[in-house]
């Protein structure tokens, strides 16, 4: 019989992210969400019960200590099935985390779409929560036991050298060598010039013939990276690592936050170099007009959402830098309107605008057209639901993706009428430079 739940608090003065791949380490077969915000690592280890909706959105699993239960969809909405799932479970001071794949939007916007292998959306609940700030570390769980064990483990590897030694990634050639992408993009201008759409983000992915090791690829990769957030996953055999440069969306205490990244050039090179490509990047028109054409169209899907006059941009057009890249950022915000729930919130501003393109409902059937393969997670979301006023998602760029079959990264470029295939095919490889040297095989 499992003891009952605990709770224990202690000091270690081994740096977070060395806690954090030590744990992942030893738990990497484990289902499991590493997830940082600010100064603050949450992780969730184990499956006490979770959500997992197929690539088709036909039949949803849910798992509980009672067991597994399987069934079709049928008559229901995936929507209506998730909410209900997350107020069952969702309490003060337990988290849920989660992912929804781009397919996920086509879904609930009911276009049609390619499936792929991954889940269109999967919700977790851990056994065990873990949160690092600073030198502190809090293990909770609902077995006392796994609790004790857990504690005991970090202190024991902290006390020594890091499980992960930092290494070196391996030569991933990032070239267009074919001129797919290029192709692509020309492909989109022709739909830009006859008015299907304003804006899409086109993207291409690499394929990676070796295993990869996560925990590892985590420790280069972030510390290399400046994230919004970063996460790693593994949930039924689907994983990724990722370094997010922005928020598809915040929720706290009824404000909505977005924050849409659009127009990009290289961090590399010397000083001058980094502040010439800076000037470059705040006086380009092109880069210009394709934020502002993502911050009104932010502003629009929050008038769905929230009070009219709450609505405001806080902070427009500055430059955020991401690891290899440089972006123009803004922050949007507003008060979530009486009668609109957290979900209500994520299925407007989701998938972001800067992943997708404008009008979103065009942007999509667009992707779904000039893409020869689903996107699986790549430009979907990793979320986490701390209590039933407090949700964020993530957006799900600059990763490294692996299943039972597959490895991959993947990287795109807005294109807007102004665009020119050469400038984007270069951005998508600065944006591949903040993960393809930082991914580490697994020997």
């Keep these: 019989m499992s003891s009952h739940a605990m709770s224990i608090t202690f000091t270690c003065q081994a740096d977070a992210l060395d806690i954090v791949v030590s744990v992942l380490a030893r738990h990497k077969t484990d289902d499991y969400y590493a997830y940082e915000r600010g100064e603050k690592w949450y992780m969730g280890l184990g499956n006490q019960a979770s959500l997992v909706v197929d690539s088709e959105a036909r039949n949803m699993t849910i798992d509980t200590e009672s067991g597994r239960i399987s069934r079709p969809i049928d008559g229901s909405s995936v929507s209506d099935i998730v909410r209900k799932f997350i107020s069952e479970n969702v309490k003060v001071g337990y988290k849920i985390f989660g992912q929804a794949g781009f397919n996920y939007a086509a879904h609930i916007r009911g276009q049609a779409f390619r499936p792929g292998n991954w889940p269109l959306l999967a919700l977790l609940i851990p056994r065990i929560d873990i949160l690092i700030h600073q030198h502190s570390v809090t293990v909770k769980g609902i077995d006392g036991e796994e609790v004790k064990a857990l504690y005991q483990s970090i202190r024991l590897d902290t006390s020594g050298p890091c499980l992960v030694c930092p290494q070196d990634g391996f030569a991933i050639d990032t070239r267009d060598v074919k001129g797919e992408y290029s192709a692509r993009v020309e492909k989109a201008l022709s739909d830009i010039s006859q008015g299907l759409y304003t804006k899409v983000i086109p993207s291409r992915a690499l394929e990676i013939k070796h295993k990869i090791n996560m925990p590892a690829t985590l420790l280069a990769g972030r510390r290399f990276n400046t994230p919004a957030r970063t996460f790693s996953l593994n949930h039924g055999g689907f994983q990724a690592t990722g370094f997010s440069p922005e ?197």
């Design 247 to 443: 928020l598809v969306m915040s929720l706290d205490n009824g404000r909505v936050v977005t924050e849409p990244l659009a127009g990009t050039r290289s961090l590399k090179g010397t000083k001058k170099e980094v502040r010439k490509l800076r000037d470059e990047l705040l006086n380009d028109p092109k880069e210009i007009l394709e934020h502002v054409l993502s911050v009104k169209e932010a502003t629009t899907e929050l008038q769905k959402l929230c009070l009219p006059d709450t609505i405001m941009v806080e902070d427009l057009m500055s430059i955020r830098s991401r690891g290899s890249v440089q972006h123009l950022g803004s922050r949007v915000a507003g008060t979530l309107s009486p009668g609109k729930d957290m979900w209500d919130a994520f299925e407007v501003l989701f998938p972001s605008i800067t992943a997708s393109g404008i009008p979103k409902h065009a942007a999509i059937e667009a992707i779904e057209r000039l893409e020869d393969s689903p996107r699986e997670l790549y430009s979907g979301a990793v979320f986490m639901i701390e209590d039933p006023k407090s949700f964020e998602a993530a957006l799900v760029l600059r990763t490294v993706f692996q299943d039972q079959n597959r490895t991959w990264i993947q990287a795109g470029a807005g294109v807007i009428a102004q665009s020119n295939p050469q400038r984007e095919l270069t951005e998508t490889c600065e944006k591949l430079a903040s993960i393809a040297p930082y991914v580490v095989t697994d020997i």
